[in-house]
């Protein structure tokens, strides 16, 4: 039985002690004031006594059941003081409050006291701090009310809102009405129409409802939107109100009556647009262009046809659209219909056929490499290594591993820290276990950080995330995805995707947690936002549906369907936030029954950007002698070996090969190299530097509760004297200690530069790396990657 058990993973001794490893320094409550006491009285009686008789700049008009702050100021010659008093006139303790305004012309903030403050130019957001975030009804925060020092003239700061609300608790003004709708555009089943916008009140205007009547028909961001789906012949009567960031509601527009077309007045069809011809293309998306139709009475649209799916519409005077929301490397049929307005539809245009971009680009190779989660402990490797070891520069792609499935919600799992058992045979060994700690709560020092900047302890985001965010700062194209499920951690999949309404509320709560950053308060860490803008997508480890993963997974044969229904999902979910795409990636299995079992390779790239294809575990030992205890054998193979006694011959050329039968595109295919070793022990050479020969058991790993396997790094350290043979019939690299009778299988740069040539020869998309705490500190494993996929 063929297995794929993670190198040092999430089986390993690492998570379960991570976070008692770590020696972690979180800063107490009550020391965070005395400190910000200290720091004032440090200043001298001068700064604080005028602070007492501060004289009011504006008298809040309170708005009972909300939180109101009222500014006043000093000035001291040299400068100024201002404070906000945030006072509470509503019955019930408010907790938590922000504070936002901007300063004066002129003026520049020195210091500030009490919140945590951000400063963009002249607009300054002050949240509180942790003693006086709770504000009880009838009180204020006195005495630590925030408070700052500034240059320039003193003057009341401007837009004051506190919690989005205006400081002075009055009402906030909504947008005015937009001008009386017009129709651009009638047909038997459509109107288009346009209006002048509205003007807005406090807040900018965010979007328009068209009603009809009092139904919400349309909702838009722009003056212009086409209601569907209307019945010809008939009468309707629409309105537009605008509505702000806020939610404020404006009062709607001028009523407009419009008569949708009686088909009967027209049964001549336009005819076909011409001339289809694709004008470019990226990974995501096909510009398309064509000549114009003619009809009796006048075009009304243009449909776009990808093969028989509508993928856009565009109004009569256009003839070029652009389809977006593809799939990379992945073939699409195009065609172009003309519509009257009764709504005819012409002959459709000549096919056009168009390939998109892969996710590498014409001629170049993808890099990607898994960082684990748990490597801060008994590895000590952190994200800084990541760009100290150079591999950083060279990667394209990040996969931060693992996040798990909550096992009762069904959804993506945060914030919390338990870890596994120690025995890999416990059903329950991953069940709700996480490292909230390791991924966002635990301060890095100066020399684990990525800028060399130690976190504060105080801050929202810590951890690998706070890292995350740093390395992309200084790499910008760099892609950092979160890695969900492995060995461990894939219990709980084929729950979760087992209907259409556990898929949506699985990817939906991925989404809110890993993209738009929502991540659970823990240990004074997260909240809302907090993880915003540093993951982008995700890679999808299941192992495996349809067939046996860790002991204890739930599977059946229902998980091939289901997984391709999940990937969809997340699919349309990640394309439905819009802005920059959203990779969604998989780590899929090199094993043709499992392929078969779980994987519609004929249809799972229609989701998939790329998949990363298991190029190692071949063979091995685990630390409780399963698996293959009593004989080596090669665990990372380009080629079938032609001494492989083993009745099914894994290799990487055979797993590519069965991907390539299905049809898929070479270009979503990335092979990949294990930065570790496999190696048994008790065995004799026999004439073949023990490949292949009679064992006794897993040799010592390099953690005492993870036999069999060591990273590359420990294991060139650890074994100095040992042999290493290089098999060109197979490429193969494979190491024998005779002295203790240990034998290894493993990659070096000779084995990866076989590799990379013949990723390159197969038109493939690249390579992915597990892991690459593996690698040496000078990134040998990662350069000879590098160099070979150039």
Request: proline share 6%.
């Amino acid at each position: 039985m063929f297995h794929r058990r993670r190198p040092l993973s999430e089986r390993g001794p690492d998570r379960g002690r991570g976070p008692l490893s770590g020696i972690r320094t979180p800063r107490r409550p009550g020391s965070g004031a005395g400190r910000l006491r200290r720091r004032i009285a440090a200043l001298g009686a001068t700064l604080i006594l005028p602070l007492a008789g501060l004289t009011a700049l504006a008298a809040p008009a309170h708005a009972a059941g909300t939180l109101t702050a009222t500014f006043s100021s000093q000035d001291n010659g040299s400068g100024w003081q201002g404070k906000y008093v945030v006072r509470n006139s509503g019955s019930a303790a408010a907790s938590g409050w922000t504070l936002e305004f901007d300063l004066p012309a002129g003026a520049t903030l020195t210091s500030n006291y009490y919140a945590d403050v951000t400063v963009s130019g002249q607009h300054v957001t002050a949240k509180n701090a942790y003693y006086n975030g709770n504000v009880p009804a009838g009180g204020s925060t006195e005495p630590y009310s925030y408070w700052f020092t500034a240059t320039g003239k003193a003057a009341a700061p401007t837009g004051c809102t506190i919690n989005g609300d205006k400081c002075d608790g009055s009402p906030d003004i909504p947008p005015t009405a937009p001008g009386t709708p017009k129709a651009t555009a009638v047909t038997a089943h459509s109107v288009a129409l346009s209006w002048t916008a509205a003007q807005p009140g406090d807040h900018t205007v965010a979007s328009y409802d068209v009603l009809s009547g009092t139904n919400t028909v349309a909702t838009v961001t722009g003056t212009s939107a086409t209601v569907t789906g209307l019945t010809p012949a008939t009468n309707y009567t629409y309105t537009v109100r605008a509505k702000d960031t806020r939610g404020n509601i404006g009062p709607a527009s001028q009523p407009l009556t419009v008569k949708t077309v009686d088909p009967s007045t027209d049964p001549t069809p336009p005819t076909a647009p011409g001339n289809l011809r694709s004008t470019g293309k990226t990974s995501y998306s096909v510009g398309l262009a064509w000549d114009k139709a003619t009809d009796n009475v006048g075009v009304a649209a243009y449909d776009v046809y990808r093969g028989s799916t509508l993928a856009k519409s565009v109004g009569a005077d256009t003839t070029t659209a652009t389809v977006d929301g593809l799939s990379p490397a992945t073939a699409y049929t195009f065609t172009v219909k003309a519509r009257d307005t009764a709504d005819n539809p012409s002959p459709a245009s000549n096919a056009v056929k168009v390939t998109t971009d892969d996710v590498a680009g014409q001629g170049k190779q993808l890099k990607v490499g898994y960082f684990v989660q748990w490597g801060i402990y008994g590895r000590q490797y952190f994200v800084k290594n990541l760009d100290t070891s150079g591999a950083a520069a060279k990667l394209d792609v990040v996969n931060y591993a693992f996040e798990n499935l909550d096992s009762k919600d069904l959804t993506c799992k945060a914030g919390v820290t338990r870890g596994t058992t120690a025995d890999p045979e416990d059903p329950d060994q991953g069940t709700d276990a996480g490292d909230a700690d390791a991924d966002y709560a635990r301060p890095m020092s100066a020399d684990q950080s990525v800028d060399g900047v130690a976190d504060d302890g105080w801050g929202k985001l810590r951890g690998n995330l706070n890292q995350l965010k740093k390395l992309k700062a200084k790499y910008p194209k760099l892609k950092i995805v979160a890695s969900i499920g492995g060995w461990t951690y894939s219990k709980f999949f084929s729950d979760a995707a087992a209907t259409q309404a556990s898929r949506e509320k699985f990817v939906k709560s991925c989404i809110d947690v890993w993209i738009k950053g929502n991540l659970p308060a823990y240990n004074g860490a997260g909240g809302p936002g907090t993880a915003a803008g540093i993951f982008d997508g995700f890679d999808i480890d299941w192992e495996w549906p349809g067939s046996e993963g860790h002991p204890g997974n739930h599977y059946g044969t229902q998980d091939k369907d289901n997984l391709t229904a999940l990937l969809a999902e997340f699919r349309k979910q990640l394309d439905a936030l819009g802005g920059e795409h959203k990779l969604l990636t998989a780590f899929t299995p090199a094993d043709p029954a499992k392929i078969a079992a779980g994987w519609d390779l004929s249809r799972i790239f229609d989701s998939l950007d790329y998949a990363d294809v298991q190029g190692y575990d071949f063979h091995g030992s685990g630390s409780d002698n399963s698996w293959e205890p009593n004989r080596t054998g090669d665990a990372s193979n380009l080629y079938t070996d032609a001494q492989d006694p083993y009745s099914f011959h894994f290799s990487i050329e055979n797993a590519i090969q069965a991907y390539l039968d299905a049809g898929v595109n070479p270009r979503k295919l990335a092979v990949g190299f294990p930065f570790y070793g496999r190696g048994w022990q008790g065995v004799t050479d026999g004439g073949a530097a023990g490949e292949w020969q009679a064992a006794n058991g897993a040799a010592p790993g390099q953690f005492d509760t993870e036999a069999g396997v060591r990273g590359y790094n420990n294991l060139i350290a650890s074994y100095p004297s040992m042999t290493v043979h290089h098999d060109e019939q197979s490429v193969s690299t494979f190491g024998y200690t005779g002295a203790n009778g240990q034998w290894w299988s493993f990659d070096d740069a000779w084995s990866i530069g076989k590799k990379t040539a013949w990723i390159k020869s197969k038109g493939l998309l690249g390579g992915f790396v597990w892991e690459m705490s593996g690698d040496t500190s000078n990134g040998q494993l990662m350069t000879a990657l590098d160099t070979g996929l150039k």
